[in-house]
């Protein structure tokens, strides 16, 4: 078998990739939306022969500090799928995005290391957009969150035979996303386990309609978001997982907010509409959650449609 090529050394890429909530509601495992909130990864090709990982945020003190890290391990084997080695990697992780709360940190990892390791290929190597969602897809298990990541806005993904596909549409400007994130972490493994093998047809059709209508309102007509995200198929199987996250959701849907589990939770997020009523999310979630459990600590944070997706910067030294 003949030896890998090695990429050049001297290289340095730095990728930016926005925090991502999938599922909003009625779009299981289809809808996706990118925020405001960003992971980076710098990568610089050396001579050293050895991968090291510099960790700054989110798991500093936990994540390896070698190839066993995610985004080095995926970066080498995406090199390596490509037919390359690297004499060697530096590389950087600046974690903004939570870990394990439903708002895409594993995709955005996946997303930051096959895209860096894209940029490190020679040209004639390197996969075209189609590929790069093949691939971060499959990774990632469903393109859900790494489809916004990629493309930024609004990402709606399907499956055709084996190959996965998405489009991406623009979000109406008055769509504010205001998330409440939570102290504790949830699995997304952990949360997909509770959902049962099937559900009533009348739920998978009412579903589908809310769906088709989540996507005017997130699009055309914001004015529809409560209507629209309204989820008969995964919600209210995970409720037991994320009993305080699933209590407020519902109390915010009382008051008449647009309020989801983000991806597999616990993260709950509301679709604001307008400035002035995301405001009034943020006064009802810190209102609310007092009276939840004053032992849960909750972030809520007020951001915006990220219209970009993610970012490469190269540099050759």
């Known amino acids: 078998m003949p030896a890998a090529a090695v990429v050049a050394s001297g290289q340095e890429v730095l990728v930016e990739v926005p925090a991502t ?22 990568v610089r090709t050396t001579d050293s022969g050895t991968t090291t990982v510099t960790v700054i945020g989110e798991g500093a003190e936990t994540l390896p500090r070698d190839g066993a890290h995610l985004v080095a391990a995926t ?22 995005i939570p870990h394990g709360r439903g708002l895409g940190s594993s995709a955005a ?6 895209l860096a390791a894209n ?19 499959t990774l990632e298990g469903h393109p859900d969150n790494v489809a916004p990541a990629l493309l930024g806005s609004l990402a709606v993904s399907w499956e ?19 998330v409440a994130i939570p102290a504790s972490e949830l699995s997304t493994e952990a949360a ?4 049962p093998a099937s559900v009533p047809h009348n739920s998978a059709s009412a579903n589908a309609g809310r769906a088709a209508l989540l996507v005017h309102a997130m699009t055309s007509s914001p004015e529809f978001l409560f209507d629209g995200t309204r989820d008969l198929l995964h919600q209210d199987y995970r409720a037991q997982a994320m009993l305080h ?22 993260t709950v997020m509301t679709l604001a509409v307008g400035q002035d009523q ?25 951001l915006n449609v990220d219209t970009e997706g993610a970012k490469v910067k190269v540099h050759q030294r």
Request: aromatic content about 4%; glycine content about 10%.
């Open 21 to 42: 909530s999938a599922n909003l509601g009625p779009g299981f495992d289809s809808l996706g939306l990118a925020l405001t909130l960003y992971d980076s990864v710098l």
């Open 278 to 302: 995301a405001a009034s999310v943020i006064s009802a979630v810190q209102r609310i959650v007092v009276g939840i459990d004053e032992g849960i600590d909750w972030r809520v944070l007020r």
């Open 109 to 114: 990892a996946i997303v930051s290391s096959v």
């Open 160 to 178: 055709t035979g084996r190959a996965f596909q998405s489009t991406n549409l623009p979000v109406h400007p008055d769509v504010v996303p205001v």
């Open 119 to 137: 940029a490190l290929l020679p040209g004639s190597a390197r996969m075209d957009p189609r590929a790069v969602l093949q691939l971060c897809s």
């Open 245 to 266: 996250s699933a209590t407020l959701m519902r109390a915010l849907r009382s008051e008449g907010f647009a309020s989801v589990i983000s991806g597999a939770g616990p």
């Open 75 to 96: 970066i080498l084997g995406t090199l390596e799928r490509a037919g390359y080695s690297s004499p060697g990697l530096e590389i950087e992780t600046r974690n903004i």
């Open 192 to 195: 997909r386990a509770l959902l």
